[in-house]
């Protein structure tokens, strides 16, 4: 083997610089996402190659989780080096699955040494997990000797929450079809059913809910157990558990029972016996995921019963094979309370009703999924409750797969939230673990578009370790999925970093919320104010006026803002003083409010409309800058959806500043530039045809 002169130099930084510029991987689509395992360059391949990495051979391996994780090394190894791994001789890069490493199910250790890298695990899960650690370091361009690693996850359940329906649509899909292809199984194995479970794997996701929350019974029938048969027993080796959706009237709609009372003892017979029938097929079945009395969906409430109630009930039928994960996202259309505050007066009083085997899912933010929310007043508030943090990977709320929003810099701003009830929001969601609605597809790039993979990457990697900044996230997606040049991560690393906020500013500035078209979300319409229910309509969120704008969820108002321990309600008190980016969450001010800026809150939000569509432009500049790095197609790709961005960004301010000028009266600040058509152009928009609904 040719072993370049760099290889005598000492081993390099964790990301190694470039030598000799760029080199342009080849056509790529998508399909590989962060698991690329492209070649490595300079000295990050000296080093790997004066390693010479050297696996057991696998035919003595009788454990599906160790031969999948001696076959990713495999794969990934060659892939770095660009040849084959040398057979015979002793492991250099040995699997210790029995080891004495402590911590909970998937703990790993890695030592790195010129001699030799052991992965050693107490489980065989912590050894492919290991595996894929060992990779990640290697891709980012990490010598095989530096490599040290003691990781443990900080939750036991980092579960994907699918909204497949068994036709293949998926709600709020942006991504193609459905990558479950119902239809067909069991009788075909879909080696992208193998693929998923190797890219859930690579981040530690442990667990995957296959069926959309608004459930259709046809999961729990006779029928299609095979069809859960075969994907379970697929995802086994990966460490994926699957579990279902459960609709709660089941009994009733495919039971041949005429009620779906959770205290009726025929009904809690039939779960028993469903439990026991899915338990006998799939012994390591996850449990249920419970959307009920939500949107119309059925529940315990519809005989009187509570949410514990319906928990228990389940939590009884699947004992402690499984978990009952039960969703705090409800709002119900005859309760005129703000709907912030619904799921907390729901479900605090149930504190300590709850079986040891259920958990509750909450939203990060007590609306929906918004582009910014505070986080939602649940956490901290049910110490005697698992609470599981569910947010979402899929942009319904952030301009569907097109815009580039790169989320992790949310979900972190959620996690590292002080609930000043004893902890922040990781802390409260440890015991339990988080939830990531699913933005796969059948595109051939799975999410649609190659930036979101970045989410699905992002979600897996924080529900393992909710510390991880933002900007390691971003550095090692980016590295992994595109490039791993040092130039190229300079630029589009805060690219990333900044996305999310641009969002915010185009869409929702200054803490409003729920401003976009009916039904199907895209695009904005605030001045949506006919809708049968109040809390469907974006007039009930922004509450604009001649007067003034905002929602007022202090005591003079809806008093939300009393749900939250006192110590942190007191930092959104006072309009004047608190972070202005919840401003109009929490507080109706009139519209030449001064705010922290120093500018009138016309002014303040006019400006962060356009300093959101500069950022487009900023994104665009910077992209451009980038073809060197990326492949035409994915550079192309890329280039086309920020187009399609930009457009938007400007169509969300314009048609926002139209409408609230509409309201207000007010000229525009000088400099900003007046909306390219009426209101009434952009009211008279429709989009049947839109995606996800
Ligand atoms: C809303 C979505 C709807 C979901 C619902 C939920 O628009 O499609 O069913 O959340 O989470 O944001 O149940």
Known sequence: MFVPAAA????????????????????????????????????????????????????????????????????GLSSLLERPLAAGGDANVTLDCTSDVTGPEGSYRITGAASGIA????????????????????????APGRISLDQAPAMPLRLLNHWDNPDGSVERGYAGRSIFDWWHMPGRSDPRMIDYARANASIG???????????????????????????????????????????????????????ADPLDPQVRAWWQAKADE?????????????????????????????????????????????????????????DETDRAKQAYEEFVPLDGEFAPNVIVQVK???????????????????????????????????????HLAFLAP?????????????????????????????????????????FDQANWYAFGRLAWDPTLSSKTIAREWAAQTFSRDPAFLAASVPMMLDSREAVVDYMTPLGLAHLMGTGHHY??????????????????????????????????GSNALAQYAPDIAAQWSDPAAMNQDYLLWFHHVPWDFRTRSGRGLWEELVARYDRGVAKVDDMQTTWQSLSPYVDPQRFRAVSEMLAIQRQEAQWWRDASLAYWQHVNGLPLPAGAAPPARDLKAYQALEFPEAPGE
């Not at 079945?285 to 959307?291: S, T």
């Not at 609306?367 to 319904?396: C, S, Y």
Request: charged share 20%; proline share 8%; hydrophobic share 40%.
């Open 8 to 75: 005598q130099a000492q081993d390099g930084p964790a990301i190694a610089p470039a030598t000799g510029g760029p080199s342009v991987a080849p056509e790529e689509d998508g399909y590989a996402l962060w698991l690329r395992y492209a070649p490595l360059e300079g000295q990050a391949k000296a080093a790997l190659e004066r390693f010479d990495p050297r696996l057991a051979p696998v035919s003595a391996i009788s454990d599906p989780t160790i031969l999948v994780a001696m076959q990713e090394l495999d794969r």
């Open 278 to 334: 899915i338990y006998a097929a799939i012994p390591d079945f996850g449990g249920f995921l419970v959307k009920a009395n939500s949107e119309g969906q059925p529940g315990p409430q519809d005989y009187g019963r509570t949410h514990a109630d319906g928990a228990n009930m389940l939590a009884g039928a699947v004992g402690d094979r499984g978990t009952i994960i039960w969703r705090a996202f409800v709002y119900s259309a005859e």
């Open 364 to 402: 990060n933010g007590a609306i929906d999924f918004q582009p910014r929310e505070p986080f939602h007043p649940m956490f901290g508030a049910m110490p005697d409750t698992r609470l599981m943090l569910e947010v979402q990977l899929t942009k319904e709320y952030l301009g569907f797969a097109s």
């Open 205 to 259: 996701i442990n667990g995957s809910v296959v069926n959309n929350v608004n459930a259709s019974p046809l999961f729990l029938t006779p029928r299609y157990l095979p069809k859960l048969v075969a994907l379970a027993d697929a995802w086994r080796p990966y460490g994926i558990r699957l579990y279902i959706s459960a609709r709660f009237s089941a009994p009733r709609d495919i039971g041949g029972l005429g009620t």
């Open 119 to 142: 992965i050693m695990a107490a489980d065989p899960r912590g050894c492919l997990y290991g595996s894929h650690a060992l990779l990640r370091e290697l891709s980012l361009g990490t």
């Open 410 to 450: 949310m979900w972190e701003e959620v996690l590292d939230s002080d609930t000043g009830r004893g902890g922040n929001v990781a802390q409260v969601v440890a015991p339990a673990g988080m939830a990531g609605v699913a933005n796969t597809g059948s595109d051939r790039n799975w999410t649609g578009s190659d």
């Open 523 to 556: 695009g904005p319409a605030p001045w949506v104010c006919d809708l049968g229910r109040p809390d469907w309509n974006p007039c009930y969120y922004h509450r604009a006026d001649k007067g003034g704008i905002g929602f007022d969820r202090t005591a003079g």
